[in-house]
């Protein structure tokens, strides 16, 4: 086995962790599996004992594996506990949009007197297995990925990617490097799917060193995750996933018909 090289020249341990991250988001290993020993990764990648070390502890360093003294390396189990910041209404209230994100974002830098810059990406990814789940997909299906790179002031704020069937997207706004007017949520209700109800699974990680490098963050900086699973009647629309570097955001959660509360 061998580790490609991209684009741009990085050290070989970054090479080789994104190799094993890449097994790992794959499902080669499933939680609490102990990873390959070192001298086992030396011989299949052919590099040095140190080059694994180092490329072991990029992964620690980003929450996925844990090093038990004289055990080995772990997958990390996850361990967590549902927590509904907004439980669903004990009766069932009427239908509505939900609100367009990209509309929060930039009444959010209004507000503050800041501005809002956004650069779009389209691309068609293989999805993670639990995004492909979400969406009701077979593991061989691809996505079409909507991606979001938020910055205020010129600051990176928030990477957001929005998952869609590629069937759903196909030859519309959607496909393009560009806004929509109205956001996706406009196009997605021209198509009949306007999404009613959403489900968010917030969780915290340590970051990639590529979004290390894109957000500009200093060591032991984590990210906050939002992901959010939107439907309809029909059943499920996007799975919508939105990073945010810790030290610069707080994420609110306003309940209840009264005065939003001082912040």
Known sequence: MTIQRGTAPSPKYQRLAADLRRRIEAGEWEGGDRLPVENELEEQYQVARNTVRLAVDVLVNEGRVARVQGKGTYLRQPTRYDHRVHARPLRPARPG??????????????????????????????????????????????????????????????????????????????????????????????????????????????????EAAWFGLGPGVPLLVNTRISSDRRGPIRVMETRYAADRARLLYELGDGAPAAG
Do not use: K
Not at 106 to 111: L, N, S, V, W
Not at 135 to 157: A, F, I
Not at 175 to 201: F, K, Q, S, W, Y
């Open 97 to 210: 949009p939900l609100t367009p994100s990209g509309e929060v974002y930039a009444a959010e830098a209004a507000a503050a007197g800041r501005q809002l810059t956004v650069d779009f990406e389209v691309v068609v990814v293989q999805p993670r297995r639990d995004i492909a789940a979400w969406l009701g997909l077979r593991s061989e299906e691809n996505v079409m990925m909507r991606r979001q790179l938020c910055r205020v002031d010129q600051e990176p704020y928030a990477i957001e990617e929005s998952h869609y069937r590629a069937g759903l997207a196909a030859g519309t706004p959607l496909m393009e490097n560009l806004p929509v007017p109205g956001g996706d949520e406009r196009i997605l209700a021209e198509l009949g799917r306007t999404e009613t109800a959403a489900v968010d699974h917030l969780t915290a990680r340590m970051p990639s060193p590529a």
